[in-house]
């Protein structure tokens, strides 16, 4: 099946810094989407990106389906920007979705 | 225009005891997934479900889990003689079509076993 693979592991940062994430995908996909788990458990739907770029404030997100990877980026980071971000993508007609691992943000005054 | 609904938020059952999970879709949604996430890990898919049908349950384990959408009512994840490996957060996603469709999700069941 399909493999999603997140980098980095693991980010800390200071506030206001800018940070890169990426998703590799080992296959072509028709959708992906990025998602942001907040420290209290909750998964918050960040971009649905099949292709192409869309900004939403500090955060926006690149997908280039034909090389198989997205990259969020979120500037002017702040701590409540901390918790786990996950993207994933459809693994079959069915609509399932495979996750990342993730990459554990923690952003400090 | 309520988002999914996931209850109970936290459900602590003993060795052997029956957990109900329940989730209700966005309105307009025909479509239910269920995922499984251990601590420290990431969403593992369990289980694909429409109005009372069952389309992919290639995530489930074989044994003591069930799901069900019914015609009326959410959709009930049913694990039955909990063990303690069971303990994780349990997310219920729906969507209004299966296919190139934005999945939006619940809160989330965190379920303990003591």
């Known amino acids: 099946g399909i493999q999603v693979e997140q980098s980095p592991p693991d980010l800390i940062l200071q506030e206001g810094a800018n940070s890169t994430l990426r998703c590799n995908f080992s296959d072509s996909v028709n959708n992906l989407q990025w998602f942001h788990q907040n420290p209290w458990g909750q998964l918050i739907n960040l971009f649905y990106?099949?292709?192409g770029t869309k900004q939403n404030g500090r955060l926006s997100a690149t997908t280039v389906a034909t090389e198989r990877y997205s990259l969020l980026y979120i500037s002017s980071s702040q701590t409540t920007d901390s918790g786990v971000y996950f993207c994933?993508?459809?693994?079959?007609?069915?609509?399932?979705?495979?996750f990342g691992q993730g990459t554990t943000l923690q952003v400090k005054p | 225009n309520a988002g999914v609904m996931q209850n109970p938020r936290h459900l602590v059952r003993r060795r052997g005891q029956e957990a109900r999970l329940r989730c209700s879709p966005m309105k307009g949604h025909s479509h239910v997934y269920w995922y499984r996430q251990l601590p420290e890990e990431g969403l593992k898919f369990m289980v694909y479900l429409q109005k009372e049908n069952i389309i992919d349950e290639s995530g489930m384990p074989k044994e003591r889990f069930s799901a069900e959408f019914p015609k009326e009512g959410p959709s009930i994840l049913r694990i039955q003689q909990v063990v303690r490996g069971d303990s994780a957060a349990y997310f219920c996603?729906?969507?209004?079509?299966?296919?190139?469709?934005?999945?939006?999700f619940g809160q989330g069941t965190r379920l303990t076993v003591v």
């Open positions: 990106i099949p292709s």
């Open positions: 994933a993508v459809p693994s079959s007609n069915t609509g399932k979705l495979i």
């Open positions: 996603a729906s969507s209004p079509i299966e296919m190139n469709t934005e999945a939006f």
